[in-house]
């Protein structure tokens, strides 16, 4: 018989209680360093004071009123989003899902209205991932994410991620945009390269098209700046933003330049739930402790220190762990071993990581993680491959 809470997911037995920074605990106490962060979602660990206050003291005041009324969080968050970024304007909703779809209809819209209707189609990368709807799951291409739910929504042209010439052969004057994520995150933590970037967008300009980022996993920090394209010194006409942006409270975000936002005029789209006062709320302490002196360089700073450990870990146990790659706290660990043996063994042990593709395990820490977490993490590392090696427990 089918369990009340509908199988979609294939759970691990474990539930847990309490959050406190990097760790969590289970109701029998206990206690596990979490290096999934609920998939880079917990940006700023569990339960910050922050935040906390912020959704605590919003939580007595206004929940929800919609997006008939001017809502001031949603003012003055969007205001800081385009003080720190390339953009001009934001849209709000409430998932990555609805980020990717919200900024799809936004660059058909502006075709269309520059009298290009015809440009619909949308190049987007081999490996990607941007959310489970209909429209995202043909943007990510994955037959595995596809299988059964045919028809496939159409306009979109797959190329490897990474070669520019493929990129340029696929444009057609039925081409509008290009979707991209900066670092893939779910195909196993693939970061293009700072010359990749670049020539996406010197591609975009020579053809018209809009450059639409999908920093939903690699944004708010993660690679120790507010976004990681602006590593490569460019920046997309389309951004969409999730996960770190709530720490944990569901928020979605679209981020773009003015002419491409102005395809969207009062009626043509819309979220009920959208960037309600208990959501902003939550947004604007995470733009605080994110945007305050220091904060992001100190993510560099730990990142750099917990990637040579890792390579040096790496190195060192040649028969359970590939290369290591990734930026800033986004980073793929590629498995001699099968991934999810690792996986247990590091759960076991009291480490959370996350798989990924290409037999990959993910490390997506908090980003407020300090040395004393880098060396519990990697003793258990070192514990787990040295397990692994003698084959067993
Ligand atoms: C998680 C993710 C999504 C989908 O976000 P949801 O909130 O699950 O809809 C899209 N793109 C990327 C890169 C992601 O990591």
New binding site residues.
């Given amino acids: 018989m089918i369990p009340a809470l509908m199988p979609t997911y294939a759970r691990t037995d474990i539930a847990f209680e309490r959050g406190e920074g990097a760790w969590l605990f289970t109701a029998d106490g206990d206690r596990y360093l979490d290096f999934a962060a609920g998939?880079?979602v917990n940006a700023l660990g569990h339960c910050h004071p922050r935040l906390v206050e912020a959704l605590t003291g919003q939580g007595n005041a206004l929940w929800h009123c919609s997006n008939l009324y001017r809502i001031p969080g949603q003012e003055s968050v969007a205001a800081r989003l385009v003080e720190n970024t390339f953009a001009d304007s934001v849209f709000f909703n409430n998932?990555?899902?609805?980020a990717?779809e919200c900024g799809l209809k936004m660059a058909r819209r502006y075709h269309d209205l520059n009298g290009a209707p015809e440009r619909y189609r949308v190049i987007a990368m081999e490996g990607a991932?941007?959310?489970?709807t209909l429209a995202?799951i043909a943007a990510g291409g994955q037959a595995k994410h596809l299988d059964g739910f045919d028809p496939v929504v159409q306009g979109f042209d797959h190329v490897p991620f990474g070669n520019l010439n493929e990129l340029r052969a696929a444009v057609t004057r039925e081409t509008g945009a290009i979707l991209v994520?900066p670092v893939q995150?779910?195909s196993g933590i693939h970061p293009a390269s700072v010359e990749y970037l670049q020539g996406l967008r010197q591609v975009a300009d020579e053809f018209g098209l809009l450059l639409f980022f999908?920093e939903?996993?690699?944004g708010m920090g993660r690679t120790g700046k507010l976004f990681s394209h602006q590593w490569a010194g460019i920046s997309p006409d389309i951004m969409?933003v999730?996960?770190g942006i709530g720490g944990g409270f569901p928020i979605?975000a679209v981020l773009a330049v003015e002419k491409a936002a102005a395809a969207l005029t009062a009626g043509t789209h819309g979220s009920t739930l959208g960037g309600n006062p208990l959501a902003m709320a939550v947004a604007g302490a995470v733009l605080d402790v994110m945007l305050a002196d220091g904060f992001l360089d100190g993510v560099d700073a730990i990142a750099r220190t917990l990637r040579h450990r890792l390579e040096d870990l790496a190195a060192a146990h040649p028969k359970v762990l590939g290369e290591v790659r990734g930026a800033g706290l986004m980073i793929g660990l590629e498995c001699a071993v099968e991934n999810r043996a690792l996986l247990d063994r590091l759960r076991a042990n009291r480490l959370l990581a996350a798989p990924g593709g290409g037999n990959v395990v993910r490390l997506l820490p908090p980003l407020v993680i300090d040395e004393s977490h880098v060396d519990e993490a990697l003793a258990i590392l070192e514990k787990s491959c040295a397990q692994l090696e003698e084959g067993g427990h």
Avoid: L
């Fill in positions: 998939i880079a998932s990555g899902a609805e990717i991932f941007h959310g489970r995202t994520e995150g779910e999908d939903i996993q690699c969409a999730a996960k979605g």
